[in-house]
């Protein structure tokens, strides 16, 4: 009677945990509300480390930084993300005309009812001027801004303000680290934040929460 009660209780077990125990351990996760701290280096487009202290360092591109640790393939095909599966059906975006009183709805997906970005001859230039502050970036064919992780991500001391005016401004490529606080408005790296291995300490959350959705998710004037 014992080893059935041990052998009940053991399966259980493993099958409340089945869902821990079937990700793949390549990837890291903590599945907690709380912050998680990163003491990370940023990489280029080519995956290599930037030295934020060499003359004229690269940009780093988020996707390539965190791709050692995360799946950036799966999350790519989330709602926020560019790439992967259309998947369920969200949001659209809406190109408006203000002297036809005319809203069309558009997405990169291939959902249903909804116009192509190149349907509208909107270009990727004309998509992040228009879009790209409330566009967390990495639609490759739509927008010219890589993917912002830290916009959704960060938990603290991301300055959407910035990152508007630096849109408004046409500064697609470094608007994202403007307002994550990676490098000033002339485009260099704020080394003070930078160890002497090029690392860079970030409380990140899997959900920042309302306060990280109501930039984008709102009808407030955030200017």
Same mark, same amino acid.
């Given at each position: 009677m014992n080893r059935f009660l041990f052998c009940l209780s053991l399966m259980a077990f493993l099958s409340g945990n089945l869902p821990l125990l079937s990700q793949d351990s390549t990837w890291k996760r903590t599945d907690s509300d709380g912050p998680y701290f990163h003491s990370i280096q940023l990489r280029d487009s080519s995956g290599r480390v930037i030295d934020p202290s060499a003359p004229d360092p690269a940009l780093p591109d988020l996707s390539a930084t965190c791709a050692p640790c995360h799946d950036v393939v799966a999350a790519s095909g989330g709602l926020h993300?560019? #790439?992967g599966p259309d998947g369920k059906a969200g949001e659209p975006w809406f190109l408006m005309d203000a002297r036809s009183a005319t809203g069309l709805p558009m997405h990169h997906r291939s959902w249903p009812a909804l116009f192509k970005p190149v349907d509208l001859v909107?270009? #990727?230039a004309s998509w992040s001027e228009t879009f790209g502050r409330h566009d967390a970036g990495g639609n490759a064919g739509t927008t010219i801004? #890589?993917?912002d992780c830290l916009v959704c991500h960060l938990a603290e001391g991301y300055d959407f303000a910035k990152r508007i005016e630096? $849109?408004?401004a046409g500064d697609f490529s470094?608007?994202? $680290?403007?307002?994550a606080g990676l490098i000033d408005g002339e485009g260099n790296? &704020?080394?003070p934040r930078f160890d002497s291995d090029g690392r860079i300490n970030l409380d990140l959350l899997a959900d920042a929460g309302p &306060?990280?959705?109501?930039p984008c998710h709102t009808v407030r004037n955030l200017e």
């Open positions: 993300g560019g #790439g909107t270009d #990727g801004a #890589g993917s630096h $849109f408004d470094t608007a994202p $680290f403007i307002a790296y &704020d080394t &306060d990280a959705c109501l």
